[in-house]
């Protein structure tokens, strides 16, 4: 027992961490993987940058300046 806490509950909660970074690290190593496969991430980049730009023109053509 450590600060009144049960000792059952430390192996528990160290476990459960210990599980979550397996589990992140898996994940992380699956991300940078598909990432630098044939290009993947530079061609993700790619296609969020046209469409954020493609959106960005459909949004600018929708409110008109007073100016204009």
Same mark, same amino acid.
Request: charged fraction near 10%; avoid cysteine.
């Given at each position: 027992m450590k600060n009144g806490i049960p000792t059952l509950y430390w192996i528990f909660r160290?476990?459960?961490? /210990?599980?979550? /970074? $397996? $589990? /992140?690290?898996?994940?992380a190593y699956l991300v940078l993987d598909w990432a630098l496969t044939d290009?993947? @991430?530079? &061609? @993700? /980049?790619? &296609?969020?940058?046209?469409w954020s730009e493609s959106l960005r023109e459909y949004l600018s053509g929708l409110v008109r300046y007073p100016w204009e």
């Open positions: 160290w476990s459960w961490s /210990l599980v979550h /970074l $397996i $589990i /992140l690290g898996v994940f290009n993947h @991430a530079i &061609d @993700a /980049l790619t &296609d969020w940058l046209n």
